[in-house]
C-alpha cells in the first residue's frame, strides 16, 4: 500500500484532565494516501488494534519501491554497455 501515517496528540479541553500540561491523548493515527496525481491528500483514522498491520502494508511498497528501482538501474547499465539483455 502506498501512503504516510501520520501520528497526532489532540487536547479534549476538559479543564482538569491530564492532557492540559501534556501533548494530548493519543496517539491517533491516519493514514495519508493520494489516489491520483494532483489530488488533495485523503486521511482515514487508523485503529491501534489494525496500525501494525498498516505500517507493515506501508513497509512492503517501499521495499518494493527500491527492488524496482535497483532493476531500472541495472537495466539502465546494461543498456549504457551495450550488452545482451538476455
Known sequence: MRGSL?????????????????????????????????????????????YPKVAEFLGNYRTLQ?????ICAINAELLRRRESLD
Open 6 to 50: 501520520l501520528e497526532t496528540y489532540k487536547p479534549c479541553g476538559r479543564p482538569g484532565c491530564h492532557c492540559v500540561d501534556g501533548p494530548g491523548h493519543g496517539p491517533k493515527r491516519y493514514l495519508s494516501t493520494i489516489a491520483r496525481t494532483g489530488e488533495r491528500p485523503r486521511l482515514g483514522y487508523v485503529p491501534n488494534a489494525i
Open 66 to 70: 527500491e527492488m524496482l528501482n535497483e
